[in-house]
């Protein structure tokens, strides 16, 4: 059964860089994008971007370019994503998500907490 | 880049049926796939239907997803409403660069 498992909580100050892991698990890594989307406190979800892990190809939403980074590492099954510049609106929680086909996304990791603050 | 407008809650009696709606604000709704997302507090997104109204297995078919090409909106019904149905629910859709989500509604089952 697939499975995504985040790294831990985080907490940054502002101007700071965050770095999210996500491995997988239960399904050939290569044969799915993986997508980023992050729910900031009482606000919905909000979609930040694509990678294909087999070649490490991006596509990032428009309002994090230049800020985002998302990376693929084969030999572990992981995906990371690195965001920068940040500011308190970046306190949110971070998904990671497998496109199980049609953009219909499935399962998706337990989420990492991350926190920015001075 | 379009967006998909949907109420911010609504409320219903537990054995009734509600109807959340999702509009796009450009585009056709019929021209991607809408998927509908259900996200219980502490826990991570579940789909409850994909591909406009295909329910995955082990969703109950209380839920089923529609179309209505005349308002550009899709829904999603929910009938005999049960206390663990209560949770935030988004729609979600795509074109040939983003993915879109809408804002979400808070069921509460009262």
């Known amino acids: 059964q697939a499975q995504l498992v985040q790294s831990g909580a985080e907490v940054r100050k502002p101007g700071a860089s965050v770095k999210v892991s996500c491995k997988a698990s239960?399904?050939?890594?290569?044969?799915?994008?993986v997508h980023w989307v992050r729910q900031a406190p009482g606000q919905g979800l909000e979609w930040m971007g694509i990678i294909n892990p087999s070649d490490g190809t991006t596509q990032y939403a428009q309002q994090f370019q230049g800020r985002v980074s998302m990376t693929s590492d084969t030999p572990t099954n992981t995906v990371h994503m690195e965001l920068s510049s940040l500011t308190s609106g970046d306190t949110a929680i971070y998904y990671c998500?497998?496109?199980?086909?049609?953009?219909?996304?499935?399962?998706w990791g337990q989420g990492t907490l991350v926190t920015v603050s001075s | 880049n379009f967006m998909l407008t949907q109420p911010h809650s609504v409320s219903e009696s537990p054995g009734r049926t509600i109807t959340i709606s999702c509009t796009r604000s450009s585009g056709s709704i019929a021209s991607n796939y809408v998927q509908w997302y259900q996200r219980r507090p502490g826990s991570s997104p579940t789909t409850v239907i994909h591909?406009?109204?295909?329910?995955p297995l082990g969703v109950p078919d209380r839920f089923s997803g529609s179309l209505d090409t005349s308002s550009n909106s899709a829904f999603l019904t929910i009938s005999g409403l049960r206390t663990e149905d209560e949770a935030d629910y988004y729609c979600q859709s795509y074109d040939s660069s983003h993915v879109v989500f809408g804002g979400g509604t808070k069921l509460t089952v009262l």
């Open positions: 239960g399904y050939t890594f290569i044969d799915y994008y």
């Open positions: 998500t497998k496109e199980l086909r049609e953009h219909r996304f499935d399962p």
């Open positions: 591909e406009h109204n295909q329910r």
